[in-house]
């Protein structure tokens, strides 16, 4: 009877991919965060050109100054919210940026012992097969012998 293959690299494979699935997860949450602050921007971009088209005023009409410089204030910071929006959108890019490439190296990582694994797997069978050939080879002489006339 064979022994079973055994990996002794195992414990390593199994940190590999839980590295590998930590890494996914930090890649989605960071993702997460940046379709968030991106959403963020479309809304706040909207109440800008819904504010600009308000603040318009027909042929004709008085225009009520106080109303226009309050528009005017909120226009000024929604520009500024704007603006830090692009800076948190840009500096959660580059944190998804260095995930993914986290994640690249961990998938690199736990693929090379998955296939480090596949080969000790193949070289094991074939050594078994081997073994098993040249047992079976060892009982067909054994039984040819045994079964053959003795020369005395």
Same mark, same amino acid.
């Not at 008085?62 to 929006?85: G, H, M, P, Y």
């Not at 840009?90 to 080969?119: M, Y």
């Given at each position: 009877?064979?022994?079973?293959?055994?990996?002794?690299?195992?414990?390593? @494979?199994?940190?590999?991919?839980?590295?590998?699935?930590?890494?996914?997860?930090? @890649?989605?949450?960071?993702?997460?965060? @940046?379709?968030? @602050?991106?959403?963020?921007?479309?809304?706040?971009?909207?109440?800008?050109?819904?504010?600009?088209?308000?603040?318009?005023?027909? +042929?004709?009409?008085?225009?009520?100054?106080?109303?226009? +410089?309050?528009?005017?204030?909120?226009?000024?910071?929604?520009?500024?919210?704007?603006?830090?929006?692009?800076?948190?959108?840009?500096?959660?890019?580059?944190?998804?940026?260095?995930?993914? +490439?986290?994640?690249?190296?961990?998938?690199?990582?736990?693929?090379?012992?998955?296939?480090?694994?596949?080969?000790?797997?193949?070289?094991?069978?074939?050594?078994?097969?081997?073994?098993?050939?040249?047992?079976?080879?060892?009982?067909?002489?054994?039984?040819?012998?045994?079964?053959?006339?003795?020369?005395?």
């Amino acid at each position: 009877m064979a022994r079973r293959f055994r990996f002794r690299l195992a414990p390593l @494979l199994k940190l590999r991919e839980a590295r590998k699935k930590d890494a996914q997860r930090l @890649l989605g949450k960071v993702m997460g965060e @940046l379709q968030i @602050l991106r959403n963020h921007l479309d809304d706040i971009k909207q109440l800008q050109n819904s504010t600009f088209q308000q603040r318009s005023v027909g +042929r004709g009409q008085a225009v009520n100054l106080d109303l226009w +410089r309050s528009i005017e204030r909120f226009l000024v910071s929604l520009e500024r919210k704007i603006d830090e929006t692009n800076v948190e959108i840009a500096r959660v890019q580059l944190l998804a940026d260095e995930a993914r +490439r986290a994640l690249t190296k961990a998938h690199r990582e736990h693929l090379t012992l998955l296939r480090l694994k596949e080969r000790r797997q193949e070289q094991y069978d074939f050594e078994v097969s081997k073994e098993e050939q040249q047992q079976a080879d060892e009982l067909a002489v054994l039984r040819y012998q045994y079964k053959s006339p003795r020369a005395s």
